[in-house]
Structure formats: C-alpha cells, structure tokens
C-alpha cells in the first residue's frame, strides 16, 4: 500500500513557474515507476510524465516537452514535477501515481495508486 499527497499548486502567471510534490508513504516507494497526469473540467485525466523507479527513464507528453521536467529522491520518497514557461491550457489539478513496471508507464490502468491531487491555474 503506497499513500500519495501532492503539493505545491497555486495561481501562476502565464510564462511562470511552479514545483509540485509528491510525498509518498511506505517503504517501497523505490520500487514504483512515478507518474503525473492532470485533469481540466470537461475532459478526460491525460498524461503528463512519468519516471521509472531508478530514475533512469522518463517519458513526456509532447504538450510539455522543454516545459516540465519530473525527478525523484528515493531517499525523501518524494517526486517532484518542475513546471517552466506556464500556459493558461496548463490550468487543471495535477494528480500524482505509483505504478508497476520496469519503464515509465502513460496510461492510467498502470498505476496503482493515486494522490487526491492539487490544483494549478495559469492565468492569460
């Protein structure tokens, strides 16, 4: 049982920044491929990063490639999303997760575990 709590969500700017983190519980959190996705009203939770469990892999959705960069501390059992050059379509509550695998999965029915998620707003 993995428990996660997102943090570090707020109002930004257009072109702003923001770090989010993820705090997980337990002491299997190095062995988890990490994940964030990110929901808007009215639409389906999409894919955002992900990185393996050593921290070797990683794989972005093209929406946020040169913009997000994910990391992790295994040592702090936290995830961190560093989100650069904000833009008002960014604006939707980022969810954290913890999945199974080798590699940095993207599609949601590979996580197991899920944070309540933390909302972000970029204004125009």
């Known amino acids: 049982q993995v428990q996660l709590v997102e943090s570090g969500g707020g109002l930004v700017q257009a072109g702003g920044s923001l770090r989010l983190s993820c705090a997980a519980s337990g002491r299997t959190f190095s062995s988890y491929a990490m994940g964030w996705f990110r929901q808007a009203p009215g639409k389906e939770r999409e894919f955002v990063l992900a990185i393996s469990w050593s921290g070797g892999n990683t794989y972005y959705a093209d929406s946020v490639k040169g913009r997000f960069t994910i990391s992790r501390d295994n040592a702090k059992n936290t995830v961190y999303l560093q989100m650069n050059s904000l833009k008002p379509e960014d604006t939707a509550v980022y969810y954290c997760?913890?999945?199974?695998?080798?590699?940095?999965?993207?599609?949601?029915?590979?996580?197991?575990?899920w944070g309540q998620g933390t909302q972000v707003t970029v204004s125009s």
């Open positions: 997760a913890a999945g199974y695998g080798s590699g940095a999965p993207s599609n949601t029915y590979e996580y197991a575990y």
